[in-house]
């Protein structure tokens, strides 16, 4: 009787056996990876409860392919492709439920080694000077959860199919049309859950089909993607399939619990209930106040003055912790910090975590508790409640910037007299450190121009590609971090202002660093992407002479640059400490379009789209004229003692709040 019982438990292990050992030149399944004969690097491991783990960290990036490659041509001397049918589970968790890092790919590659890709937006799959060549011979599908603008990708939550290249050919926001009804039904790539994608190739009609639903839904007949496509020009005859994933600034885990392939065929159907389990979710924050719980039932003396003394501790320790919230603060909770989380990643707020200190606050390195991440905080005092709801909502709005050239804002937190923002860390520290520091090594042209081209992508985002015009005001070195790839990010978003697409901006506090003012900001106190074009030409000049825009030997940096540009030597003003390592027409155009930038009048300016397009060379530069204006008697206000910013100090703050959410510092 026994032996009989026990013959169901044998079937199933001896279907397990099957579905993760039956490979062969035509079809695979695997039902979790235990024992599977994958080749794997970078970050890819299989867990001991059989996952397909792809990356673990962030700057990480991960490769796991099938072990033999599969033969894609139909016959020997035959250049036509096979049909192929592809299903699996995935799933990415997030260390914050409100942001991830990058995605993962379903590929088909001439080779299992791409060791020469980047991570980050470039998926571990290709890389910049790769990226787009015919001879890479690669297909993938790629699940993204970040928008790169240099690929021009259509949101933060999206399906592409990539030939060659990672600006997809079609792509489509996550998500499946209903059985039945058609209608489409969104899908979060990132929502930590389990998620089933078929990719079907017909050779006959060319067409690549991709498909995607949550794990317990059927497959659906109308497909996600659908595109035409020659694979027999793209796929090599012999040709590997497998999965990349990488990740950039934040910490995200990217997970295949199964995996079928078929050449010719359907791909054997995946048991949702024999796929390994994901792991568990982060644990929640604990609440801030702690139970009293009372061992000793006897009303001693001993048992009153530990009692006083816990209570003691208690409010010492609720003090020290202790938070302001207001009822309107409810529909921001998930942007919302607690301020014991802030306190012990930064070890106390101690002298030794100092990062900075700049406009109206002091900023921090930390590290949080629970999940690792690297952050920095900035402690901004204020004495008023006036305009603090309206505050708060833009800080929340530029929460939601997605840029790789940003730096991102996570959230915030209040306590009474004095408000914390929360911003990603950026280890490689302001740009103006590695100007200005003659105690660092000299930061090539090439560093440079790089970090050009990404604040002006940045500023374009934030001009013209977001929900809402975002306009900076305090664009200067000191404000472009570097992360450990030395790519530049715009920081510091407490001077921002938005308004609406095709609204006109608001007359506000004239606020700001000297030198990068325009001249209307002064005039009529009112900012928009034209003044910030005028500020990022100020930018270009000072990374490319290495000068700031007011030296304290009273020399104005335009003015300098302008009298060389008149009697043709623009170049005599490019970075002595550069030895002439640059290269000239790079060096020569970014101080041209920096005088561009710098125009007196806002209309003769360039729009950021078009400063982009002058930098990628897709647009040539329009010519100038010499000039003999007298730039610095409408641009700086000279004036002995003055701050280099223009609100005077911190005492100010809680009156520009009142009035307008004016808050001015750099970091």
């Given amino acids: 009787m026994a032996n009989v019982r026990s013959i169901p438990f044998l079937l199933l292990v001896l279907h397990k056996i099957m579905l993760v050992s039956s ?50 041509q139909t016959a020997l001397n035959d250049t036509s492709m096979e049909s192929f049918s592809a299903t699996f589970v995935f799933a990415i968790i997030s260390e914050h439920t409100q942001l991830s890092d990058h995605g993962l790919a379903f590929v088909v590659a001439p080779s299992s080694n791409l060791s020469a890709a980047t991570g980050a937006q470039y998926l571990g799959l290709l890389n910049i000077s790769d990226n787009g060549k015919a001879s890479n011979h690669i297909l993938a599908v790629e699940l993204d959860t970040v928008l790169s603008p240099e690929f021009h990708d259509i949101d933060s939550n999206h399906v592409g199919i990539d030939v060659n290249n990672l ?110 389990a ?12 702690e ?54 990643a930064t070890e106390g707020f101690v002298s030794k975590q100092l990062l900075g200190i700049g406009g109206f606050g002091r900023v921090y390195k930390g590290i949080l508790p629970e999940s690792n991440l690297a952050i920095a905080v900035k402690r901004v005092s204020h004495d008023s409640k006036q305009g603090m ?59 440079r121009f790089h970090i050009i081209k990404g604040i002006a992508s940045g500023l374009l985002y934030l001009h013209e590609e977001w929900e809402q015009v975002v306009v900076h005001r305090d664009i200067k070195a000191s404000n472009v971090l570097l992360d450990s790839d030395m790519n530049g990010c715009l920081g510091d978003f407490g001077l921002a202002k938005l308004y609406n697409h095709g609204t006109n901006p608001r007359t506000t506090h004239v606020v700001g660093t000297m030198g990068y003012l325009s001249p209307e900001l002064l005039r009529t106190g009112k ?14 000049l000072e990374v490319t002479c290495g000068r700031r825009p007011l030296e304290h030997d009273q020399v104005v940096l335009l003015d300098w640059v302008l009298e060389h540009w008149n009697r043709g030597a623009i170049l005599e003003t490019v970075d002595p400490r550069l030895c002439g390592e640059y290269i000239t027409e790079e060096a020569g155009l970014v101080l041209k379009l920096g005088l561009l930038c710098l125009q007196p009048m806002p209309n003769a300016r360039p729009s950021m789209r078009q400063v982009l397009q002058y930098l990628e060379g897709t647009v040539a530069v329009p010519e100038m004229t010499m000039t003999n204006l007298d730039y610095s ?35």
């Fill in 23 to 72: 490979a062969s030149d035509t079809q695979f399944a695997f039902e979790g990876f235990a024992n599977a004969n994958l080749t794997l690097d970078g970050a890819a491991m299989v867990t001991p409860s059989g996952l397909l783990a792809l990356t673990n960290d962030k700057h990480t990036k991960g490769h796991a392919f099938f072990q033999a490659p599969l033969r894609f």
């Fill in 167 to 276: 600006q997809s050919v079609k792509s489509h926001t996550a998500g499946y049309y209903e059985e039945g009804t058609g209608k489409f039904l969104n899908l979060t790539l990132m929502s930590r859950k389990a998620m089933r994608v078929w990719v079907d190739y017909s050779n006959q009609a060319m067409e690549l089909n991709v498909t995607l639903a949550p794990l317990d839904v059927e497959k659906p007949t109308e497909s996600l993607l659908s595109t035409i496509v020659n694979l027999s020009d793209i796929v090599y005859d012999s040709a590997y399939v497998g999965f990349t994933s990488a990740t950039g600034l934040s910490i995200a885990y990217h997970y295949v619990l199964g995996w079928s392939f078929s050449l010719n065929g359907v791909a054997p159907v995946l048991n949702s209930s024999n796929l390994p």
């Fill in 278 to 289: 994901l792991p568990r979710l982060p644990h929640q924050k604990r609440s801030l106040t």
């Fill in 291 to 344: 139970i009293l719980v009372i061992l000793l039932p006897l009303a001693t003396a001993g048992f009153i003055v530990a009692l006083l003394a816990a209570i003691f501790v208690f409010v010492r320790r609720w003090l020290r912790y202790a938070e302001l919230h207001e009822d309107w603060e409810v529909e921001f909770g998930p942007h919302r910090f607690s301020y014991k989380d802030l306190f012990h």
């Fill in 389 to 447: 709801k309206e505050f708060i909502a833009e800080i929340v709005s530029m929460g939601r910037l997605r840029h790789k050239n940003l730096v991102q804002l996570l959230g915030y937190c209040r306590r009474k007299g004095e408000l914390l923002l929360v911003y990603d860390y950026m280890p490689n520290g302001s740009l103006d450190k590695h100007l200005y520091d003659r105690n660092r090594p000299v930061l090539s042209w090439n560093i």
């Fill in 527 to 540: 900012a928009s992407p034209g003044t910030d074009v005028f500020a990022f030409g100020m930018f270009l």
């Fill in 633 to 667: 008697s409408l641009m700086f206000v000279q004036n002995e003692g003055f701050d280099t910013y223009v609100m005077l100090d911190a005492s100010s703050f809680a009156t520009s709040i009142g009035q307008g959410s004016d808050l001015s510092g750099g970091r």
